[in-house]
C-alpha cells in the first residue's frame, strides 16, 4: 500500500503519505483531525481501556478494537462507522491508537 502512495504522489519529493491515510477518508466529514493523545492512549491501554473509555464519552465515540494500523484498520472503521455512527457521535476512539474528531 506505501508503495502505492508513492506511485500516485502529484511531486516526486513529496514526503511519503502515512498508511492511515486511508482511514481518514472514510470519516464522512469535511475535517479529521488525528491525535495520539496522551490521556487517551493511556486509558486504552489498560486492561479495563474499554469500560472507561465509555465510562468518561458514553455513547460519543464510536470505538474500535485494535487493529494494525493500515487497511484492515480502515476497513474496519468504515463497516463500524457505518453501522453506529449517529447524530451526537463526536469523534472514534482506537483502542490502544488515538483519537479522531
Not at 32 to 46: K, L, P
Not at 81 to 89: H, I, R, V
Amino acid at each position: 500500500m506505501v508503495n502505492e502512495f508513492r506511485t500516485h504522489l502529484a511531486r516526486a519529493d513529496a514526503p511519503t503519505p502515512s498508511v492511515e491515510a486511508i482511514l481518514h477518508a472514510v470519516i464522512p466529514d469535511k475535517y479529521v483531525d488525528h491525535t495520539h493523545a496522551d490521556a487517551v492512549v493511556a486509558i486504552t491501554n489498560t486492561r479495563d481501556g474499554l469500560a472507561r473509555i465509555r465510562q468518561a464519552y458514553g455513547e460519543t465515540v464510536v470505538v474500535i478494537p485494535y487493529v494494525m494500523p493500515g487497511f484492515d484498520l480502515s476497513r474496519a472503521c468504515a463497516q463500524r462507522l457505518k453501522a453506529e455512527m449517529g447524530p451526537k457521535t463526536l469523534g472514534v476512539i482506537l483502542m490502544n491508537h488515538g483519537v479522531f474528531s
